[in-house]
């Protein structure tokens, strides 16, 4: 069964800093992995998608890395602001079969002005 | 255009009683997916439709838990003889076609509270 861990589960940083937030799966058999923002009270917004055959996707001050392989990704967010302040979800999507998302528990980050 | 809705945003029923859930994707979207957060967690998969048909229900917890599309639009998420246990923020998202390479779109989620 796939899991999805993410470290640190909160994260409180000053204006100005980059910051990586952490992703980790059990299974490296995956399709896709997606990188989401929730804000409190609301639904979840992408951020980015990475396919299973790329390193790498960048949005912004957002590059998000995959390394399928040793079950990793990382979330680069630079120059942070506190409109960064939210949580981030990690989900990956299975190789076979359909297509629901296995989530991580999440980051709460905090960007302090 | 208008987004993923959910009806209704918040919902607060007694131990026992029967709780519907409602879902309207982006138009046009066959495929939709109803998940279950619960506070400080992650969303967790609950049932999959592409069009009328629930194409991956592994998901739901027991048999109290029953989701139907009847058009190939709007879905209901029904819930009977409710738990304290089945309180959470129930979310619904819908893709274009279901395949893998599409994004999810959110809707903003049902809070639901069972006293």
């Known amino acids: 069964k796939q899991e999805v861990t993410q470290i640190p589960a909160a994260l409180s940083v000053p204006e100005g800093e980059n910051l990586v937030l952490n992703c980790s799966f059990t299974d490296s058999a995956i399709y896709n992995l997606q990188w989401f923002r929730q804000d409190p009270g609301k639904g979840l917004t992408s951020l980015l998608l990475i396919q299973s055959s790329q390193r790498e996707q960048t949005s912004g001050r957002l590059n998000a890395s995959l390394d399928k392989s040793s079950g990793r990704s990382t979330l680069y967010i630079a120059a942070s602001q506190p409109g960064d302040s939210a949580t981030y979800l990690c989900a990956v999507a299975r190789n076979s079969g359909n297509t629901p998302l296995v989530f991580g528990k999440g980051t709460r980050l905090s960007v302090i002005a | 255009g208008a987004g993923v809705s959910q009806t209704p945003s918040n919902k607060v029923t007694e131990k026992g009683k029967y709780v519907e859930l409602r879902c309207d994707p982006i138009s046009g979207h066959t495929a939709l997916y109803w998940y279950r957060q619960s506070l400080g967690q992650g969303p967790e998969f609950l049932i999959y439709f592409q069009g009328t048909g629930a194409a991956d229900d592994s998901g739901l917890p027991n048999d109290r838990f029953f989701a139907v599309r009847p058009e190939g639009s709007v879905s209901t998420l029904k819930i009977q003889r409710t738990e304290r246990g089945d309180s959470a923020v129930y979310l619904c998202?819908?893709?274009?076609?279901?395949?893998?390479?599409?994004?999810?779109?959110f809707g903003p989620g049902t809070r639901l509270l069972v006293l």
């Open positions: 998202a819908s893709s274009p076609s279901g395949r893998r390479v599409e994004t999810q779109y």
